[in-house]
């Protein structure tokens, strides 16, 4: 029996350490080979730069305390709480904001963190979660104590019936796509940023300089698109390396051609519109957490999964 948690991005894995801290015995299903989900890093001569999340902001108290952990721990730095802003082509006064928190090791290192002492199986999808007798749910035919499902909405939906109450809380949901470009180059060729804003672009929305974010100064671009571009490239992201190089380029007068380039597509990068839930919760114990529940963040998703941790705990007793 205990709980089973599909999913090992940052909710998933802050759930099943909040159900294990409280004694419930949890297992975590991930499809992937790796923890880690959104907050993936993308290695290129051993050297990891992030491709999902670009940073992390902090406004919870709860994640600040873990954010303080990991940061004590080596594992997270203060990077920066200034952007550029490009309107278009053209570079706009700087965006202050909160600050920015970046990992020497790549944010798919808290996940790793977080995990350690789970019992976590990667290579394990799950593919099917159903309500069962007794409020018990039965995922790929075993019944459990309760069924979480962190990840987003229409990966969660193809698992759910949508005439159960989790189903039609994930049914029809929008998210948007990014592709996400990372470039090598010889040499350090563009004005310095740590990241940049991209607005009103046809291409791009960000680029951030993964060498300033990791630390080392490693000539290392990483820049996301827009959705409609990541959506006009839906079927051959390799075809869109091209135009989104010269975008990049372009934008920040680079003159030489990348050394190499790694594209990546995130079919679902981020909900369209936000909820205001923290999680989903049913009487017949089926969870949803993730970073659909509230504004699309890391914060976000670790809340979620640690709230809906929380509920599931209670409701068996612990
Ligand atoms: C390009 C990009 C840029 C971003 N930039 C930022 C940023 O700058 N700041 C910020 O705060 N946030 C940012 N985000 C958002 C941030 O990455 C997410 O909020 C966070 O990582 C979501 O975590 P999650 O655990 O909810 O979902 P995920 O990380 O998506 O985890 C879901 C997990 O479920 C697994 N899974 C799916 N289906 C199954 C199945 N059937 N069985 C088992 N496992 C399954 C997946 O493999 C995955 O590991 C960005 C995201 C992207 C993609």
Redesign the pocket.
Known sequence: MGVIV???????VACAAELASRGVDVTV????CG?????AVHRHAGRPAD???????VSDEDFAARVRCWRDAGLLREWTDTLAAYEGDARGPDSPGPMRWAAPGGLWSLVADAARGLDVRTG????AVRPGPGGRPVVDGEPCDAAVL???DP?AA??LDPDTAAGAAVAGRVWNP?L?LTLGFARRDWPALPAAFVNDHPVLALVADDGDRRGDGAPVLVA?STAAFARAHDTAPERAVPELTRAVRALLGIVADPEWTYVHR?P???PATAREAAFHLDDDGVGL????WGR??????WL??LRLGRAVAARLGH
């Open positions: 599909a999913g090992a991005g940052i909710a998933g299903r991930e499809r992937a923890v880690g989900g959104r907050l491709i999902g999340a670009a940073y992390l902001t394990h999808p799950v593919t962190a990840m987003p990966q193809r698992l990014v996400a996301h995130w679902h990068a981020a957490a993730g970073d659909g699309p963040r890391v914060q976000t998703a979620s999964g």
